[in-house]
């Protein structure tokens, strides 16, 4: 039997774990967050999939180049000008159920990402959730993010806000 955090889990994620394993230790922090969109799910995933729409919501990815259908490469800005170069790999696309990449093994910063988008059957409305999984940086980077007040947390909230503005913008 798995535990109660893996029966809250699609079988997907599971999987995807498994494919990108991240030793559990002190240094791993694990987010998971949602936001309610006013669209339909396939509309949602559309967005979400094309990762070169990534900078538009996510602050710190600052541009993204598509390496092929399941791979792309992020410049992700960090704490006092410092630059992470980032190669991800789709693990798995339920389309448009759900997503999950992960960081290649080599990654100065180990990262497995997960979404899944729900539809709201009176609404119409999408329910993205995203549970985001890495091993924390080196010390003196998680001292500079520390001193300049960087938070995974609520850089993750406010990257999921971000999501609904050009979802939800009125279209001509």
Same mark, same amino acid.
């Given at each position: %039997? ?13 999987a995807?774990? =498994?494919? !990108?394993?991240?030793?559990?230790? /002190?240094?791993?922090?694990?987010? +998971? =967050?949602?936001?309610?969109? #006013? ?8 967005? $979400?999939? @094309?990762?070169?729409?990534?900078p ?5 990815? +600052? *541009?993204?180049?598509?390496? @092929? &259908? ?15 170069? $980032? /190669?991800?790999?789709?693990?798995? #696309?339920?389309?448009?159920? @759900?997503?999950? $990449? !992960?960081? $290649?093994?080599?990654? *100065? ?8 988008? =729900? ?25 500079? %993010? ?17 999501? =609904? +503005? &050009?979802?939800? *913008?009125?279209?001509?």
């Amino acid at each position: %039997m798995g535990s109660a955090a893996e029966a809250s889990r699609s079988p997907q994620e599971i999987a995807s774990e =498994k494919a !990108c394993p991240i030793p559990e230790n /002190d240094d791993i922090q694990v987010i +998971e =967050k949602s936001v309610i969109i #006013d669209r339909s799910r396939k509309e949602v995933y559309a967005f $979400w999939r @094309d990762p070169t729409h990534l900078p538009e919501f996510i602050e710190r990815v +600052e *541009r993204v180049q598509i390496l @092929d &259908p399941n791979r792309s490469q992020w410049i992700v800005g960090g704490p006092l000008g410092i630059h992470v170069l $980032w /190669d991800v790999q789709i693990l798995s #696309d339920r389309a448009p159920y @759900d997503l999950a $990449w !992960c960081t $290649w093994e080599d990654a *100065r910063i180990r990262y497995l990402g997960s979404v899944q988008f =729900k539809s709201d059957a009176s609404s119409g409305a999408t329910h993205a959730i995203v549970r985001l999984k890495f091993r924390l940086p080196a010390p003196p980077i998680r001292v500079a %993010m520390a001193l300049t007040g960087v938070d995974a947390e609520t850089e993750v909230e406010t990257s999921l806000q971000r999501l =609904k +503005e &050009p979802l939800e *913008r009125p279209q001509n």
